[in-house]
């Protein structure tokens, strides 16, 4: 069939815009695809910044090429998301009889639309599947299989046809007074596992937020629809926080990584996946609910007054060890090399022993051979890169951040552990590492998060930064691109508290060091692909 047209919803972020549009067109059906952008216009108490912000998203808007057909649709003044979803949507579904939505805030897989029109052509005639999602931030791929059905649709990239968006019923008062009398209100919290969708409704019923996605949410619901969605996702948001209209605080799914390979559509028994409802519970449960624990002592817990629950922890916890515990000087300012293995090198040759295979063909490592020699599971042309030296067999004397001084296209893998930390202009560091391997080459690299300063480094050439898994991936994609960056987080506070203080692997319990906290990570490891 002929491919849906493709709709995106922008507003004033015009770099979120640029990256969309940037994804779309990089589909392989994207060239077959009608594009249809609607842009909001500016509130009557608009700054001169946001106007600014508005008009540069206009212009990127209309630069858009790579698709079948451009169209832009410029409001006059602001009607907000919902009411721009809404209208646009009912007006593609109308002419078109489908259609494929993008917010702006969308990072997409090369493949994201042969999902989208698969699945919308194997589900067209099929009237209890409602829409097509892109991603799932709750799901385990491991046990949901390539696809799943499940009756909450997506609201950042997904799609419809006309015959189920017609059900679309735009008053949330409605929505919650036909719930209740059909007893489907306890379906929209997952059964009443939770009660998230439905405080969400009420809340739009309230007046206090604006949402379209809720009521389409309820809709489906209501009429017993289902989703079908790729249980690796073929999108992400990465639009959370300072300029996102609703999600503000924070970003969930933030570790989430695009599926590499194309999703395989096939039809499925028209019956949600309960692993996948329970899935969702139990995300929602944890991480917008407070806490998994839906006991009375649980929920008067949560009631209690900030203050006073941080006195009672205090007294709970002061029999234990206090801040003097810690008060004791590092038994190590070398990372505990003088004693042992320092514990980030437990986590280095954790990453490299997991991605042994890429370590093939000719492969360059900063300052030795060492991790080559020893990883690689077969015989490698191994390379060294120096900063500074005498060039000789096998070495390359060059600065990761001056592309004139590198090899171009010439490496098959680049193994380059805690280095970026000492180099100033990363970015460019970046750059170097995707300019010397092959197309189709891997980088493996390795970057300091929680760490103490090095000081041999920061005597000789600087010791400038520490990373966090978003600022890793947010650099490496903008060079390799979304789909080929690849993060892994490792560590815990008891690592880092054992790497401040200078204690080898040694004289750690292997068990603690190997359980992974996000909020504390050590090492970041990086697996990055150069397609072209």
């Given at each position: 069939?002929?491919?849906?047209?493709?709709?995106?919803?922008?507003?004033?972020?015009?770099?979120?815009?640029?990256?969309a549009l940037r994804g779309l067109a990089a589909n392989d059906l994207a060239a077959d695809s009608p594009l249809i952008i609607f842009c909001d216009g500016p509130k009557p108490s608009a700054t001169e910044a946001e106007k600014q912000a508005i008009g540069e998203?206009?212009?990127?808007?209309?630069?858009?090429?790579?698709?079948?057909?451009?169209?832009?649709?410029?409001?006059?003044?602001?009607?907000?998301?919902?009411?721009?979803?809404?209208?646009?949507?009912?007006?593609?579904?109308?002419?078109?009889?489908?259609?494929?939505?993008?917010?702006?805030?969308?990072?997409?897989?090369?493949?994201?639309?042969?999902?989208?029109?698969?699945?919308?052509?194997?589900?067209?005639?099929?009237?209890?599947?409602?829409?097509?999602?892109?991603?799932?931030?709750?799901?385990?791929?491991?046990?949901?299989?390539?696809?799943?059905?499940?009756?909450?649709?997506?609201?950042?990239?997904?799609?419809?046809?006309?015959?189920?968006?017609?059900?679309?019923?735009?008053?949330?008062?409605?929505?919650?007074?036909?719930?209740?009398?059909?007893?489907?209100?306890?379906?929209?919290?997952?059964?009443?596992?939770?009660?998230?969708?439905?405080?969400?409704?009420?809340?739009?019923?309230?007046?206090?937020?604006?949402?379209?996605?809720?009521?389409?949410?309820a809709t489906c619901v209501l009429h017993g629809g289902l989703s079908v969605f790729p249980a690796h996702p073929v999108a992400l948001n990465r639009g959370f926080g300072t300029g996102a209209t609703h999600e503000t605080d924070g970003e969930h799914g933030r570790?989430?990584?695009?599926?590499?390979?194309?999703?395989?559509?096939?039809?499925?028994?028209?019956?949600?996946?309960?692993?996948?409802?329970?899935?969702?519970a139990a995300y929602v449960r944890y991480h917008f609910e407070g806490g998994s624990d839906p006991s009375l002592k649980g929920r008067l817990w949560r009631a209690l007054p900030n203050r006073l629950k941080q006195w009672y922890l205090r007294r709970k916890n002061?029999?234990?060890?206090?801040?003097?515990?810690?008060?004791?000087?590092?038994?190590?300012?070398?990372?505990?090399?003088?004693?042992?293995?320092?514990?980030?090198?437990?986590?280095?040759?954790?990453?490299?022993?997991?991605?042994?295979?890429?370590?093939?063909?000719?492969?360059?490592?900063?300052?030795?051979?060492?991790?080559?020699?020893?990883?690689?599971?077969?015989?490698?042309?191994?390379?060294?890169?120096?900063?500074?030296?005498?060039?000789?067999?096998?070495?390359?004397?060059?600065?990761?951040?001056?592309?004139?001084?590198?090899?171009?296209?010439?490496?098959?893998?680049?193994?380059?552990?805690?280095?970026?930390?000492?180099?100033?202009?990363?970015?460019?560091?970046?750059?170097?590492?995707?300019?010397?391997?092959?197309?189709?080459?891997?980088?493996?690299?390795?970057?300091?998060?929680?760490?103490?300063?090095?000081?041999?480094?920061?005597?000789?050439?600087?010791?400038?930064?520490?990373?966090?898994?978003?600022?890793?991936?947010?650099?490496?994609?903008?060079?390799?691109?979304?789909?080929?960056?690849?993060?892994?987080?490792?560590?815990?506070?008891?690592?880092?508290?054992?790497?401040?203080?200078?204690?080898?692997?040694?004289?750690?319990?292997?068990?603690?060091?190997?359980?992974?906290?996000?909020?504390?990570?050590?090492?970041?490891?990086?697996?990055?692909?150069?397609?072209?």
């Open positions: 069939m002929q491919n849906a047209p493709v709709v995106v919803f922008a507003y004033k972020r015009p770099r979120h815009l640029e990256q998203v206009r212009r990127i808007a209309h630069a858009a090429t790579g698709f079948a057909s451009l169209e832009v649709v410029e409001a006059q003044a602001n009607k907000g998301l919902a009411r721009s979803v809404i209208d646009g949507v009912t007006r593609v579904v109308k002419e078109h009889g489908r259609v494929i939505v993008v917010e702006d805030d969308a990072v997409l897989a090369p493949h994201f639309l042969r999902f989208m029109n698969d699945a919308l052509d194997l589900y067209a005639k099929d009237d209890k599947v409602f829409s097509v999602g892109g991603w799932s931030y709750y799901a385990d791929p491991a046990v949901l299989g390539a696809t799943y059905l499940i009756r909450y649709p997506d609201s950042l990239t997904w799609a419809v046809w006309e015959r189920s968006w017609r059900h679309m019923e735009q008053d949330g008062a409605v929505l919650l007074r036909q719930l209740g009398e059909e007893g489907k209100l306890a379906a929209l919290d997952a059964d009443g596992k939770v009660r998230y969708f439905s405080r969400m409704l009420k809340a739009q019923v309230a007046g206090k937020i604006d949402s379209w996605a809720i009521r389409w949410t570790d989430l990584e695009i599926g590499a390979v194309p999703v395989t559509v096939e039809r499925l028994p028209l019956v949600e996946a309960p692993l996948a409802i329970g899935q969702w002061a029999g234990g060890p206090g801040p003097a515990a810690l008060a004791r000087p590092p038994v190590s300012r070398v990372f505990g090399f003088d004693r042992g293995m320092p514990v980030d090198r437990h986590y280095i040759e954790r990453f490299l022993r997991m991605h042994r295979e890429l370590i093939a063909g000719q492969v360059l490592e900063v300052a030795d051979s060492t991790y080559t020699r020893r990883f690689a599971p077969g015989a490698v042309e191994p390379w060294v890169l120096l900063f500074r030296g005498e060039a000789r067999p096998g070495t390359i004397i060059g600065d990761l951040a001056d592309s004139a001084s590198l090899p171009s296209g010439t490496m098959d893998a680049f193994v380059c552990t805690q280095t970026l930390n000492f180099i100033y202009d990363m970015h460019a560091a970046v750059r170097g590492i995707h300019q010397v391997l092959k197309p189709g080459g891997t980088a493996l690299v390795t970057v300091a998060a929680l760490s103490q300063i090095s000081r041999y480094d920061a005597d000789r050439w600087g010791d400038f930064w520490r990373f966090t898994p978003d600022s890793a991936r947010r650099m490496f994609c903008d060079v390799f691109g979304a789909g080929n960056v690849h993060i892994e987080a490792y560590g815990n506070s008891y690592a880092a508290a054992c790497l401040m203080k200078g204690f080898a692997t040694e004289e750690c319990d292997a068990a603690l060091l190997d359980q992974a906290d996000p909020d504390y990570p050590v090492l970041i490891g990086i697996k990055a692909r150069r397609i072209a």
